[in-house]
Structure formats: structure tokens, C-alpha cells
């Protein structure tokens, strides 16, 4: 069992930037995946970046060059630095863990115009 632990959500105004990071613990393989997804009110849980075990991202187009996904020196934490925000940006964040795909239990963003 792997344990995700989110926080640095909150509210920001357009334009503005927030961190997020995801702790993960319990038995975790060496070799993993973690990532974020997120999802709005009324819509479908979407893809948001991932980053493997050696550190290759990848992101949705939708954040491309504006979000940056890292780990941390310990590797069981996974980072999700978001500049230059957009309304569109809000919704609920999930930190995911693969292999055996687990989720975090979600922390809000809320992007104001």
C-alpha cells in the first residue's frame, strides 16, 4: 500500500502562481511514476503531468510552460509548481502513484478573475 499525502492548494488571483507537493508512503517501489490530475466541477477527472522515476515530464498541452513537475531529493515527493494561472485552471488536484495507481485525496485550486 502506498499513502499520498497533497497540500498547497488554495486561492489565487489570474496570473498568479501556487505549489503544490504530494508525499507518498508506505511500501513504495523503487521504480514509479507520480503525477497530478485534476478536475472541474461538472467535468471528467483530466490528465495534468507525470514524471518518471529518473525524472522525464510530461505534460498536458493545456499547462505546457506554464507548470513544472519535480521531485524531491527524498524521490517519494512529487512537486507541481503552477505559474501564470488561468480560471480554467480550478479544480480539485490529485496527486497519482503508479505502479498500482493510487490517488491522493485531492486539494483545491481556485483561480479568480
Known amino acids: 500500500q502506498v499513502q499520498l499525502v497533497e497540500s498547497g492548494g488554495g486561492l489565487v488571483q489570474a496570473g498568479g502562481s501556487l505549489r503544490l507537493s504530494c508525499a507518498a508512503s508506505g511500501r513504495i517501489p523503487p521504480v514509479n511514476d507520480m503525477g497530478w490530475f485534476r478536475q472541474a466541477p461538472g467535468r471528467e477527472r483530466e490528465f495534468v503531468a507525470r514524471i518518471g522515476p529518473i525524472g522525464a515530464a510530461v505534460y498536458a498541452d493545456s499547462v505546457k510552460d506554464r507548470f513544472t513537475i519535480s521531485r524531491g531529493d527524498d524521490r517519494d515527493t512529487v512537486y507541481l509548481q503552477m505559474n501564470s494561472l488561468k480560471v480554467e485552471d480550478t479544480g480539485v488536484y490529485y496527486c497519482?502513484?503508479?505502479?498500482?495507481?493510487?490517488w491522493g485525496q485531492g486539494t483545491q485550486v481556485t483561480v479568480s478573475s
Open positions: 497519482m502513484f503508479r505502479p498500482g495507481t493510487y
